[in-house]
């Protein structure tokens, strides 16, 4: 059974920093692509990054860029979330989904999908 476990979402002030983790299982983690989304109140899903386990390579929203980084432990099927310099409008619930590779990030639908983690971050 595909399983895919965000954590580490919390409230912080503006200008603070995160780091989320997505541990995976189930699947044969090297040859996957995990992504990150996120939803605000009222607004719709899109997609944050995307890494994919197989090359290294990665993707990111505009937004985002140069203040989050994605990173991912092979031998401990996880993938890291480092969000730097917060700003409000990051708040959102934050979901890692995964599939064979990030192409289906860029759509905005992943094969396998894991419970949400909250950020708050207050101005």
């Known amino acids: 059974e595909v399983q895919l476990q965000a954590s580490g979402g919390g409230l912080v002030q503006a200008g603070g920093s995160l780091r989320l983790s997505c541990a995976a299982s189930?699947?044969?983690?090297?040859?996957?692509?995990i992504g990150w989304f996120r939803q605000a109140p009222g607004k719709e899903r899109e997609g944050v990054l995307c890494?994919?386990?197989?090359?290294?390579?990665?993707y990111y929203e505009d937004s985002v860029k140069g203040r989050f980084t994605i990173s991912s432990d092979n031998a401990k099927n996880t993938v890291y979330l480092q969000m730097n310099s917060l700003k409000p409008e990051d708040t959102a619930v934050y979901y890692c989904?995964?599939?064979?590779?990030?192409?289906?990030?860029?759509?905005?639908?992943?094969?396998?999908w894991g419970k949400g983690t909250q950020v708050t971050v207050s101005s």
């Open positions: 890494i994919s386990n197989s090359d290294g390579s990665s």
């Open positions: 189930g699947f044969t983690f090297d040859d996957y692509a």
């Open positions: 989904a995964g599939d064979r590779g990030c192409s289906s990030w860029f759509f905005g639908g992943m094969a396998y």
